[in-house]
């Protein structure tokens, strides 16, 4: 009986404590999870092996590709293959070393940049605030966005990321200083999101279930594309003596791909030390000079730097054609059209192409009033542009919107008010930019015209086989029957006929009769 009773406290008290244990872990605290960003960033350096590195270099083939550069607006920018990569990386001083060969990608060639004859070598740094090339063995220095990108992406990188977030590395555009832990949903799973700002502009790493970083997106202040989304993705990693890289890499700036490398060698800690040549160091950013040059009555000739423009005087009003780089040349430029034509609106901006370098300055004419005269094919794609908020550096527009008048031009167009004329002609066959005008000015004989023919100095030799875009475009004068007496290019110097036909092998200009006007319309 005593036996039994023993055994009845025995299983009661058990039970008691199993209830209680049950009870305690209901009520007890659970662990947390790792969302604070310290934890999460400390977690992902361990995975990937970060904690002791210093400087990394890796290399590989790929391709890279030209921004903003493609055939027609809806195109992928022009491509060349990276036969030979190799990047090193110095975090500890924000220093970047890139060298690469490249041949030409797209063939038939299409679009701007190329084409590109035999191998080509490129050999890119940064370190700190200064940026450089190297053409054979002279440092070029490089400034303005050039610089600014190239120490955005030292920091997307995924060691770079992992820096920058566990330094809190500077405070971005509606981001805090220090780094930020969200969830999204990537590829319909949930993933973690780590979030910082390094200036002024904010980058979010993704994170997959094994805390490695599987992409990089930034943003990035673009003249056409406004706040530019920076994407990279990484896959496949390997261990590297314990350091986690990714042996598949892709990058897209706007809506197209820019960058994909296939790594096939790291070297964790490598040698980085970067000297800085003494002549990138005393290097003074280039002024916006704008040099006017008269060509005709009421026609200048606005140069400066690598891109151009012209400003013809009507009766009542002038017209601007090009509007080429960013809204700080656009602003140049107004300035001096305002000096040489005094009281009088720039009431249009002929535009010869899509391509970013030529188009980066439109929205300041939007803002300006002026109507944008284009091909057809680019009138969809300069609404979206013109309605663009850009947040990470404002621009007239952004800052007062005006409502753009955009007119399309098939084929040709003709302004005049009677007296003076500018004669717009859509180019045939054109493999540059499927969209690209050239500009006929009659007072003169002048040709204005845009990557067809970029005159090389005056005392170059002809090349022996001429471009084919020099040569479209004598078709196309011939075509259209001008009579030009000079050309004035958008990039390179003012030339005359004789020069052009010299350089495409042509001795002697066909006789020539006016186009019918016909068939313009205009103003």
């Known amino acids: 009986m005593v036996k039994k009773l023993f055994l009845r406290v025995i299983i009661g008290s058990a039970l008691t404590a199993a209830l209680l244990s049950a009870e305690d872990a209901k009520t007890a605290p659970k ?77 038939p060639v299409r679009g701007g940049g190329a084409p590109i004859m035999g191998e080509q070598k490129q050999h890119n740094m940064v370190s700190g605030n200064y940026a450089w090339n190297l053409a054979g063995t002279n440092p070029v220095p490089q400034f303005g966005s050039t610089l ?7 920091w997307m990188t995924p060691h770079g990321f992992i820096e920058a977030a566990k330094k809190g590395n500077g405070c971005a555009i509606n981001f805090d200083c220090e780094a930020k832990i969200s969830k999204k949903t990537e590829g319909g799973k949930p993933v973690t999101v780590i979030s910082v700002g390094v200036g002024k502009y904010p980058m979010e790493a993704y994170l997959d279930d094994k805390d490695m970083i599987t992409k990089v997106e930034a ?41 994909g490398l296939t790594v096939n060698e790291v070297k964790p800690n490598a040698p980085a030390r970067l000297a800085l040549p003494d002549s990138v160091k005393t290097a003074e950013a280039p002024r916006n000079d704008v040099s006017d040059q008269l060509l005709a009555d009421g026609v200048w000739y606005l140069t400066g730097g690598t891109h151009h423009s012209l400003v013809v005087e009507f009766k009542d009003y002038m017209a601007i054609i090009e509007a080429p780089l960013n809204e700080a040349r656009s602003e140049a430029v107004l ?66 919107p ?46 204005v015209e845009a990557d067809e023919f970029n ?14 875009s020099s040569l479209n475009l004598y078709d196309n004068i011939q075509r259209l029957k001008l009579d030009v007496s000079k050309i004035a290019p958008i990039h390179g110097r003012l030339v005359t006929m004789a020069d052009f036909l010299k350089f495409i092998g042509k001795t002697e200009n066909k006789k020539v009769t006016a186009v019918s006007r016909a068939s313009l319309t205009g103003h």
């Open 31 to 107: 662990p947390e999870a790792k969302t604070d960003a310290k934890s999460v960033i400390a977690a992902v350096e361990k995975a990937m092996g970060a904690k002791d590195l210093k400087s990394i270099e890796y290399g590989g083939v790929g391709y890279s590709a030209n921004l903003g550069q493609g055939v027609n607006p809806a195109s992928p920018w022009p491509r060349f293959d990276v036969t030979a990569y190799t990047r090193t990386i110095d975090y500890a001083n924000a220093a970047s070393k890139e060298e690469l060969t490249r041949i030409q990608g797209n063939n």
């Open 148 to 154: 600014e990108e190239r120490k955005l992406q030292i």
């Open 219 to 259: 943003k990035f202040p673009n003249p056409v594309l406004g706040d530019m989304l920076i994407v990279t993705t990484y896959s496949d990693y390997k261990d590297y003596n314990g350091v986690k890289f990714p042996t598949k890499i892709t990058q897209t700036e706007g809506a197209y791909p820019t960058f």
């Open 335 to 400: 300035a001096e059209a305002k000096r040489l034509v005094i009281n009088k609106p720039v009431k249009y901006l002929i535009n010869t192409h899509q391509h970013f370098d030529h188009s980066g300055g439109l929205r300041t004419y939007v803002a300006e009033g002026a109507t944008i005269i284009t091909h057809t094919m680019n009138k969809p794609f300069y609404e979206q542009m013109f309605k663009m908020k850009p947040t990470l550096e404002p621009d007239r527009l952004a800052k007062t």
């Open 402 to 447: 005006k409502v753009p008048v955009i007119l399309p031009v098939m084929d040709r167009y003709l302004l005049t008010d009677g007296t003076q004329k500018i004669e717009v002609f859509a180019m045939k066959d054109d493999n540059h930019n499927e969209g690209m005008l050239i500009a006929y000015i009659p007072s003169g004989k002048i040709l």
């Open 455 to 468: 005159p090389p100095a005056a005392e170059a030799l002809p090349p022996v086989t001429p471009p084919a």
